[in-house]
């Protein structure tokens, strides 16, 4: 089974902070991975997907990178609705495996 | 346009057994799997397995093998997670998702005396 390592586990950072999260795979994904933000009561929202595309309406301030078994979500400017849980999941395989989750938090 | 709509809450005793339906709309049934994933309150997601709505074969998360099973009907354009033996631990609010892009609205799921 693929495993995907997330870090930091929480981050708490200002109005206007950049925030970079990572997430590790524990064999090559190629680019099969995607971003999700989560909310209270609603579903998790994608963000990036395929590594680095940026899902059709969501802030230009988002962007994820990476390909092989390293990859980011970089939130640039940071803004008070993106305080949630992110969390990056691969689809290489036919499991999908989820990183631990990274609370962000604005200060 | 894509929908998947799945069932109310549910509260169940402890070593009962729940279904969860999600119905699906806006694309060919047959052409996608349908995964499950759940999120417990404290812990991240986590996938459960899928289900081929073609074949009607399953992947199973080992965690869940022998107490989950994912069937679908392909008349109702539905497809069904049963779980179990439930325990307190499967409180949880339960999503299937076509792929990454389309989910569905998520069923809470709470196991309690």
């Known amino acids: 089974d693929i495993q995907m390592t997330q870090s930091p586990s929480s981050v708490s950072a200002s109005v206007g902070d950049r925030v970079t999260i990572t997430c590790r795979a524990s064999q090559g994904i190629s680019n099969s991975l995607g971003w999700y933000q989560e909310k209270p009561g609603t579903p998790p929202k994608l963000l990036v997907y395929?590594?680095?595309r940026l899902k059709s309406g969501v802030p230009s301030r988002f962007s994820g990178s990476g390909s092989g078994t390293i990859f980011t979500l970089t939130i640039t400017s940071l803004q008070p609705e993106d305080s949630a849980i992110y969390y990056c999941?691969?689809?290489?395989?036919?499991?999908?495996?989820f990183g631990q989750g990274t609370k962000v938090e604005i200060q | 346009q894509v929908q998947l709509v799945q069932s109310g809450a549910e509260v169940n005793n402890p070593g009962a057994s729940v279904k969860v339906s999600c119905r699906t709309s806006g694309y060919t049934f047959t052409d996608y799997y349908i995964h499950w994933v759940r999120r417990a309150p404290g812990q991240g997601l986590q996938w459960m397995g899928w289900i081929n709505p073609k074949s009607g074969g399953t992947q199973l998360l080992r965690n869940f093998q022998g107490r989950v099973t994912m069937t679908r009907d392909t008349s109702l354009v539905t497809v069904n997670l049963h779980l179990n033996r439930l325990i307190s631990d499967d409180t949880a609010i339960y999503y299937c998702a076509r792929d990454p892009h389309y989910w569905g609205q998520g069923t809470l799921v709470t196991v309690s005396s």
């Open positions: 999941q691969q689809w290489y395989s036919t499991s999908w495996t």
């Open positions: 395929a590594a680095s």
